[in-house]
């Protein structure tokens, strides 16, 4: 996800927030997040030295990578399976 602000005067000052948490403020954008399981709803607030706000929000979806889990899952079965074999010889 990328966000970028143009315009504004003087310093920008950024509020990040995280599903309603604030999780950032600074005077440039932050360059990572840990996003929760499910569904976050991002939103970057942008004020300018007059005060002047720009809002963007966004929503992520982010789940569980299962690819590491069942890779594991299959060598321990693996294991099992030939140690039952060897043992049954």
Do not use: C, H, K, W
């Amino acid at each position: 996800m990328q966000y970028s602000t143009t315009g504004g005067v003087g310093a920008v000052i950024y509020y990040v927030y995280l599903n309603g948490r604030e999780i950032y403020t600074g005077s440039s954008p932050p360059t990572t997040m840990t996003l929760e399981q499910g569904e976050n709803n991002v939103t970057v607030v942008a004020v300018d030295s007059l005060g002047v706000r720009s809002v963007a929000e966004f929503t992520s979806y982010s789940s569980l990578q299962y690819l590491p889990f069942l890779i594991v899952l299959i060598l321990v079965i693996a294991i099992v399976v030939a140690v039952i074999l060897r043992r049954g010889r």
